[in-house]
């Protein structure tokens, strides 16, 4: 448990502060464990900034899992309905989390080689199942069928990292609502 | 000189580096100016800040005048052609620069309320260029009219920044076409 709570903490402060600005001792401090115990888990800081992302995207891919496979809605209304979610997730923590994945793929872009592999992957990875998603919504036609729907997903994502920057400049949803006003406006 | 050579040094570091892990020693000691020479023309490490941006605000401002307002090409072309100097710009650095103001904007919109506020109206200048060049575009009929130029224009922006992100991360150009090819592709 204690990998876990470690873990678990790194991710709220990683999503708020960035990995290069925190220091390990601030988060064993925060959960109470002693530093022999950070070592007997982890090799190094990096070992553990794999484990947290590792952990965030298995989180992310169920979330998105939950959403995307809900049958009870059309294709489209399950993207919406990420996004709706996504939303009040911002507004609750006033505006200054935003995307781990995202904000770290800024932070180590510049730095590490590992990392931004392994940050690469996981925006593959949610462009696969959004990929599916608008396979799904051709065949309900509610996007046209000539577009590409891996280019489709890959675009989402791209345009909403940009919105979930925009939103934390600004500390407000409206960035996140044009985003999705004008991505749902143009599918047909 | 002195003034204008410390804030050009700046833009190039503060756009790889970001703001924080750059050390004012760091700028004087590239363009080799004393330390007493910088507190001359600027109050404090803050104070610099701003004076890049708004150096930046500036620089990048008559840069999109120069495309938008290019009479020889169509509105979408002149965006387009915009759009494929930037990506030769961000092929020259390696991918690693991107957007002064993207990479800011993400840094300070945890620290820092003055740099902020400052970041948003450049993005809102950058909008209301664009949603002009829009409107020529929609009398044009390149825009279909039902369009909210406004709206158009900011879209653009936040997903625009998503890509240089994308691009930083994987380095590569592939997320800046995606971003291109996906937007222009639904105006109609």
Known sequence: MTRKRLIECATAIFTEKGFSRTGI????????VPKGSFYHFFKSKEDFGVAVIDNYANYF?????RFFNDEGLTPL????????????GMEKYHYA???????????????DDPFRHQIESVFLDWEKRLCQLFKHAQRAEEVATD????DLASYFWI???GAV????????KKP?????????ARLH
Chains 1, 2 share one sequence.
């Open 61 to 65: 891919g169920n979330k998105l899992d």
């Open 176 to 184: 996140l609502q044009t985003f999705q006003q004008q991505f749902f």
């Open 147 to 150: 577009i590409d729907c891996a």
């Open 25 to 32: 001792d601030e988060i064993l401090k925060q959960v109470n």
């Open 77 to 88: 209304a399950r993207l919406n309905a990420f996004i709706e979610n996504a939303k009040l």
């Open 159 to 161: 345009g909403w990292e």
């Open 97 to 111: 989390r935003g995307c781990l994945i995202g904000n770290l793929g800024q932070e180590l872009s510049q730095l």
């Open 165 to 172: 920057l925009r939103a934390k400049l600004v500390k407000n």
